[in-house]
C-alpha cells in the first residue's frame, strides 16, 4: 500500500483541531498531503490560496506535509497522487453519517484509496470553522481555537469584512 496520504478538507480557516489530525497523520504516513478542496454545500470566507497559507505556516516543522488545493473530485486527486489514504477527523456523531457516506462514495469511484477516521481529542469534539468565525466576527476570543502563528490573520480579515 502505498504510504501517502490525504487530509481534505474545506480548511476555512485551518483549526487546532485540524492540525492535531494532520500532526497524528503526519506520524502514520511517510507523506501527508493537505488540501484544500470545494466544498459545494459551503461558501468559504477565505480565499483558496489564503487557506493555503494558513495551512503552510500552522504545519512549518512538519517536514512530511505538504499543501495544496484541487477543485476537483477528492477520489480523483487521490489517484492522481497515487495516496493509499484519505485522513479524517471524526468530530461528535453529528459527523458520522456524512462522512461515512463520503468515504463509501469515495471507495465506489477510487477503489485504491481506503478512508481512515482518527476521532479528535475530546477537547475540539464542538470546534469547527464555522464557529471559530462566529466567535471571532463577534468580537470574541478565538486564542485556544486556531494555530497561534495565524490567529491574527483571521481576526484582521474577519474583521475587515465586517467593516
Ligand atoms: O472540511 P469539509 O468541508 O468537511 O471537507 C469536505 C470536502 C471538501 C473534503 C468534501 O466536500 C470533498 O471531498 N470535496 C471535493 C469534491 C468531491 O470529491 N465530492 C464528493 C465527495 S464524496
Redesign the pocket.
Known amino acids: 500500500m502505498s504510504r501517502v496520504a490525504i487530509c ?5 480557516p485551518v483549526t487546532v483541531g485540524h492540525l492535531d489530525i494532520i500532526t497524528r497523520a503526519a506520524k502514520m504516513f511517510d507523506k501527508v498531503i493537505v488540501v484544500v ?6 461558501s468559504p470566507s477565505f480565499s483558496a490560496e489564503e487557506r493555503m497559507m494558513m495551512i503552510t505556516k500552522a504545519c512549518e516543522g512538519l517536514d512530511n506535509v505538504y499543501v495544496d488545493c ?1 477543485d ?6 487521490a489517484a492522481m497522487r497515487d495516496a493509499g489514504a484519505i485522513v ?1 477527523g471524526l468530530r461528535a456523531m453529528s459527523d458520522f453519517e ?1 462522512e461515512f ?3 463509501l ?2 471507495k465506489k ?1 477510487n477503489p485504491n484509496v481506503e478512508t481512515v477516521f482518527l476521532t479528535t481529542k475530546a477537547e475540539n469534539m464542538y470546534l469547527s ?1 464555522s464557529m471559530v468565525k462566529e466567535i471571532a466576527r463577534m468580537g470574541g476570543d478565538i486564542r485556544e481555537f486556531v494555530p497561534d502563528v495565524i490567529h491574527n490573520e483571521i481576526i484582521n480579515r474577519l474583521q475587515k469584512e465586517r467593516n
Open positions: 481534505p478538507g474545506s480548511f476555512d478542496m470545494t466544498n459545494s454545500s459551503k484541487y476537483g473530485l477528492l477520489a480523483e486527486y479524517k456524512y457516506q463520503m468515504a462514495t469515495n469511484l470553522s
